[in-house]
């Protein structure tokens, strides 16, 4: 069983300029949930994405969207990057199923420089 | 989702086992209690969870206590490489795939040699 993968494994950028980070969800896994982690900090959930939807989003800016494609994998797009958006980000896939909890599990992360 | 409180850092002797309080003490019935550990610039590693009965797999053991306000993972045997930030979290499912994890800032665990 192939876990959750993340790429490119470390990134960096200038201000202003946009990123794409990309996550492959575990097999079997329908679901994709993506944080952002600042240096010292907890996780913080970003958005997830359900059936190509986003299916719930945290208290982040519309700079920050995502894709779900028809395979499950996930793209995360930030444009006009700020020096605070550096920090690592993470990417978790779960298989959902209404009223059962599923775990969500995470992939190694990608850590984006922003200068 | 409710506010899970653990200690900031702990020690433990390897081969120790290591026990990681949380308290939940506004947690509903419908809320799980999930355990995460994350070993330095690492993705999250799951590592246990439950709602109600104490849990057991191959990495720990979760005792959620009876009135459901606190719980502990236990690491029976810690080693070095069981050094990590452990986090509780408190989790709601609202719906078909529909939720979230909230991490605060976890106990820092120090195995020591």
């Known amino acids: 069983e192939t876990g959750v993968t993340q790429s490119p494994t470390h990134l960096i950028k200038t201000r202003g300029q946009q990123v794409t980070l990309r996550c492959s969800s575990q097999?079997?896994?329908?679901?994709v949930s993506w944080y952002q982690q600042a240096l010292g900090q907890g996780p913080q959930f970003i958005f997830q994405?359900?059936?190509?939807?986003?299916?719930g989003r945290g208290n982040f800016p519309p700079r920050f969207s995502g894709l779900q494609f028809p395979n499950y994998s996930s793209e995360l797009n930030v444009n006009a990057l700020e020096l605070d958006d550096s920090a690592l980000y993470l990417c978790?896939?779960?298989?959902?199923?209404?009223?059962?909890?599923?775990?969500?599990?995470f992939g190694p992360g990608t850590r984006l420089l922003v200068l | 989702d409710a506010k899970t409180t653990q200690p900031p850092s702990m020690d433990c002797a390897e081969g120790r086992a290591a026990n990681l309080p949380c308290n939940h003490s506004?947690?509903?019935?419908?809320?799980?209690v999930y355990w995460y550990r994350q070993i330095h610039s690492q993705g999250p590693q799951y590592i246990i969870h439950g709602l109600k009965n104490n849990e057991t797999n191959e990495m720990a053991s979760l005792i959620i206590t009876e009135d459901r306000k606190s719980s502990t993972l236990i690491l029976p045997h810690a080693t070095l490489r069981d050094t990590a930030v452990y986090y509780c979290i408190a989790l709601f499912y609202s719906g078909a795939g529909s939720y979230q994890l909230t991490f605060g800032k976890g106990t820092k665990l120090s195995v020591i040699p």
């Open positions: 978790a896939s779960s298989s959902a199923a209404s009223g059962r909890e599923e775990t969500q599990y």
């Open positions: 506004t947690i509903s019935g419908n809320e799980y």
């Open positions: 097999s079997g896994h329908n679901t």
């Open positions: 994405y359900y059936r190509e939807e986003e299916n």
